[in-house]
């Protein structure tokens, strides 16, 4: 048993897979329109003008799909993990490229070669924020998952949607 086979580890990573299949599927059916999610252990939210309706149609089409082994639906090109692996890429390399500069006047002269270093962190990095989510950060299989309520949920101005699986 690994620490991703954890129950509370396994429900958030199946939710953040369930998560990110919704969203793909509505970015297909609303290409236009920006969303965004966050997971739980007990589910996930939407943030994003998107009914509840349309919603839970893309939440029952994502479960199904995610069942009969689409697992290519729990990655998503705008999930945080890949913005935390491109920077977490292009940091080292930049701190990397200051390694040993003791001066300010050291400090300066070495930036653009930083800059270029964090650049291709950044670009070679790519890759490895959807391979992450694939093995770590979520999970393809429902394992039995079940939705037990999708509902609005005002915060003052802003609404969103919480979605609630079992499972």
């Keep these: 048993m690994t620490i991703l086979d ?7 990573r199946r939710n ?8 793909n599927i509505l970015n297909q059916r609303f290409p236009e329109r920006t969303l965004a999610g966050y997971s739980s252990p007990s589910g ?5 003008d998107v009914t509840t309706e349309d919603l839970r149609a893309a939440v029952m ?5 995610l069942q ?3 697992r290519h639906l729990t990655i998503h090109p705008n999930c945080g993990t ?3 692996a491109a920077g977490f890429v292009a940091g080292l390399l930049a701190w990397l490229g200051m390694a040993g500069a003791k001066s300010r006047r050291e400090k300066v002269d070495r930036l653009p070669f930083v800059i270029a270093l ?4 950044f670009i070679i990095s790519q890759p490895l924020g959807p391979k992450i989510q694939e093995r770590i950060t979520t999970s393809g299989n429902p394992e039995g ?8 949920v005002k915060v003052g101005w802003l609404t969103l949607h919480r979605v609630v699986t079992q499972g």
């Design 6 to 12: 954890f129950p509370i580890i396994s429900r958030i």
């Design 16 to 23: 953040h897979g369930l998560e990110h299949a919704s969203l």
């Design 44 to 48: 996930f939210f939407v943030l994003g």
């Design 61 to 65: 089409q994502a479960l199904t799909r």
């Design 68 to 70: 009969t082994g689409e």
């Design 82 to 84: 890949n913005y935390v």
């Design 118 to 121: 964090a650049m291709l962190g």
């Design 145 to 152: 998952m079940t939705i037990v309520d999708i509902f609005p």
